[in-house]
């Protein structure tokens, strides 16, 4: 079955990097679109970067600072976070389309996804 499995969050500095990875199982990656997304206690899940077979984009509040690639040997996709600060403290979780998806598309809202994974937390702290 479709499974999705992020790893790569813990406690950074302010100013610092991480790279978050999602692995992916039960299906071949490279032709389906990943979205991250990121919630934060009291907040409204937010989309954050995506990524498709043909295209990336990513969310005007990350812009300049992160950005989405995927290695479709390893049936990865990561996101590679750079000058973080405390605001980017959340859960993050990356999540794919299966149903209906249309080849080379980017997806936006969180409701075109129909597969999760459990979630990895970052923590931006001094």
């Known amino acids: 079955q479709v499974q999705l499995v992020e790893s790569g969050g813990g406690l950074v500095q302010p100013g610092g990097s991480l790279r978050l990875s999602c692995a992916a199982s039960g299906f071949t990656l490279d032709y389906y679109a990943i979205g991250w997304f990121r919630q934060a206690p009291g907040k409204e899940r937010e989309g954050v970067s995506y990524i498709s077979s043909s295209d990336t984009a990513v969310a005007t509040s990350v812009k300049g600072r992160f950005t989405t690639s995927r290695d479709n040997a390893g049936n990865s996709v990561y996101l590679h976070m750079t000058s973080l600060n405390p605001e980017d403290t959340a859960i993050y979780y990356c999540?794919?389309?299966?149903?209906?998806?249309?080849?080379?598309?980017?997806?936006?809202?969180?409701?075109?996804?129909?597969?999760w994974g459990q979630g990895t937390q970052v923590t931006v702290s001094s």
């Open positions: 999540a794919t389309r299966t149903s209906g998806h249309i080849s080379g598309m980017l997806y936006y809202a969180a409701s075109e996804y129909d597969y």
